[in-house]
């Protein structure tokens, strides 16, 4: 039987169907590279980050907390307190990232990027009465400051000293932590309460900072 030009269209079109072309992880990398150019604008292309633009360095976190940070700010968990300016710009860039593959996509290529020591901006800070301050933080974020996903604490170092410093007076301030959608949020607003004053807020980013030379 001769076939049509019509109907050897539509076997080719139904047997197309049953090819599935896998991803490779190549192209996922790709697609986060490039979607990455966007938040390089303030976090520089290595993540370094820039406190000019309120941009801390995220050069390798941990995949699964940038994914679930960028998704507190799509959603306006995270981002919409008036009083978080750095919170109120990340709230709209992360809206032109659609869809959870791309989330994903571009967590994994921060994740991959070589992590970086900021230079300290913050001054005044004491770290040995700084690792005494620290042993409460220890008990989620670990002795190494590396974090603990099993308790959804983030690592701390490699971080920017003027973000930690920056992140603990809003959580004592309530600016951030106040929204019962935020769990871990409030846990860290009720444990920088821990930390009495502006000093001892210093003094324990201070021994975190000394940290970012002991590991990866």
């Not at 990455?36 to 976090?43: E, G, R, T």
């Not at 300290?120 to 220890?138: D, F, H, I, R």
Request: proline letters at 6%; glycine letters at 10%.
């Amino acid at each position: 039987m001769i076939r049509t030009p019509k109907i050897a269209l539509i076997a080719f079109v139904i047997s197309c169907m049953f090819i599935v072309a896998p991803v490779s992880a190549e192209d996922e990398h790709a697609r986060g590279r490039q979607l990455y150019a966007l938040c390089a604008q303030c976090h520089g292309q290595n993540g370094a980050g820039a406190q000019l633009f309120l941009a801390p360095a995220i050069a390798g976190l941990d995949q699964w907390y940038v994914q679930s940070q960028f998704l507190l700010f799509q959603s306006g968990v995270r981002g919409l307190n008036w009083q978080d300016v750095g919170g109120l710009r990340m709230h709209p860039m992360s809206q032109w990232v659609k869809g959870d593959a791309d989330v994903a996509a571009v967590s994994a290529y921060v994740a991959s990027l070589p992590r970086v020591n900021p230079p300290p901006q913050v001054v005044g800070g004491n770290a040995e009465t700084g690792k005494a301050l620290y042993s409460t933080c220890a008990s989620c974020h670990g002795v190494d400051g590396k974090g603990n996903e099993a308790m959804n604490a983030p690592p701390l170092i490699h971080a920017s000293d003027w973000y930690l410093v920056s992140s603990l007076e809003k959580y004592k301030a309530g600016i951030r932590g106040s929204n019962p959608k935020n769990t871990n949020a409030i846990i860290m607003r009720g444990m920088s309460n821990l930390l009495p004053n502006d000093q001892a807020i210093k003094d324990v980013v201070a021994y975190i900072t000394t940290m970012n030379n002991e590991g990866n």
